[in-house]
């Protein structure tokens, strides 16, 4: 017992010492609290807090061809890129550096971040390249589900030495003109990882400097803040509207359910899908694109992030709230097979 008041009273010391050195910015802590436990977890949460998204910064497929860790596999007719970020992390000995300087500019300004090297070294690398599920998975997609972030940051980059042939990537011996500088050209892309739509960019091209690293990382500082309103404004406006997402319920094969059946509140279980949609999206903003007997597909679907009192609601509570609804109000058995962040994929096994 004496150890356990021994260590909060160490908490509250250390959380008073994070607000008395913070008292003038306030940027990350919810006002007010001044180390108590309780107040903070009684206060509403803080708008600054919930109105930033998740970042993570991800090396491009350029850079990964560039690098020889990008590869095409088919299967079953079909083309699948296999990503192999580990590879690419220890040929490129400017990576790292390039993608701190960006990491830098966003904690600065108060975005939470995940980390792209320590997200990498939570997964198993056999089973992101495990040609045994049929590629459903690849590294990106784990990656992303792994640490899922609101948005990525995906960066490509390259000098004119990355374009002579046989010559290394990491070896500095290349071509300059007379004082020593090479053009550089480089791309950060801001993407919304639950829908992979471009949200914001950052493009210069033929950028002279005597070192690569260098030349991306003061030009990044002066592009960043315009790219971070971006990101923030669209951020906001997801918190607004809804996140976008995908809603697909299929029917599993074999099974003996159609859903043009009568349910047994009535309607048809198609029906029954679709208003239930029209009701737990934003503003019933949703747009059908397949509705059959096996299949009912929903693009454009807008579901809300925050619940009433402040508290995060996302992608699986939503799809879990269906899964539970089509249990115990129709007798579904059904499984959620989402892969992607912002895909509902449901399908139906029988009653």
């Not at 500095?172 to 500088?181: I, M, T």
């Amino acid at each position: 017992m004496k150890r356990k008041l021994f260590t909060y009273a160490l908490m509250l010391i250390a959380a008073g010492t994070i607000t008395s050195c913070n008292s003038d910015k306030k940027k990350g802590l919810v006002e007010g609290t001044n180390g108590d436990m309780e107040a903070y977890e009684n206060s509403a949460m803080n708008a600054i807090q919930q109105a930033l998204p998740q970042i993570m910064v991800i090396p491009g497929d350029e850079c990964l061809r560039n690098f020889d860790a990008l590869q095409t596999q088919n299967v079953n007719g079909r083309t699948y890129l296999v990503r192999d970020y580990a590879k690419y992390l220890q040929k490129d000995d400017r990576a790292k550096r390039i993608m701190s300087t960006i990491q830098k500019e966003f904690i600065n300004n108060n975005f939470p971040l995940d980390d792209f090297e320590q997200a990498l070294k939570q997964l198993d690398t056999q089973e992101a390249t495990d040609m045994a599920d049929g590629l459903e998975k690849d590294a990106k997609t784990m990656l992303l589900t792994t640490a899922r972030p609101d948005i990525i940051l995906e960066l490509s980059y390259d000098t004119s030495r990355d374009k002579k042939p046989k010559i290394s990537m990491t070896s500095h011996n290349y071509s300059s003109n007379v004082r020593g500088e090479k053009n550089v050209s480089y791309t950060l892309n801001a993407i919304d990882a639950y829908t992979n739509k471009v949200v914001a960019t950052i493009t210069s091209s033929n950028i002279k400097g005597q070192s690569t690293t260098e030349t991306i990382q003061q030009n990044l500082k002066e592009q960043l803040p315009s790219l971070m309103k971006d990101v923030q404004k669209y951020f906001s406006d997801i918190l607004t509207k809804g996140r976008e997402i995908t809603v697909r319920v299929a029917v599993e094969k074999g099974c003996d359910v159609d859903l043009s059946d009568s349910s047994i509140e009535g309607d048809t279980y198609a029906d029954w899908i679709i208003d239930y949609i029209k009701t737990h999206t934003v503003k019933g903003a949703y747009k059908m694109q397949r509705n059959t007997d096996k299949e009912l597909y929903f693009v454009n679907c807008r579901i809300k992030m925050l619940n009433d009192d402040g508290t995060q609601y996302g992608v699986y509570d939503w799809t879990r709230d269906l899964c539970k609804n089509l249990r115990k109000n129709l007798g579904l058995k059904v499984n959620n097979k989402a892969q992607g962040l912002g895909e509902v994929f449901i399908t139906i096994k029988g009653l």
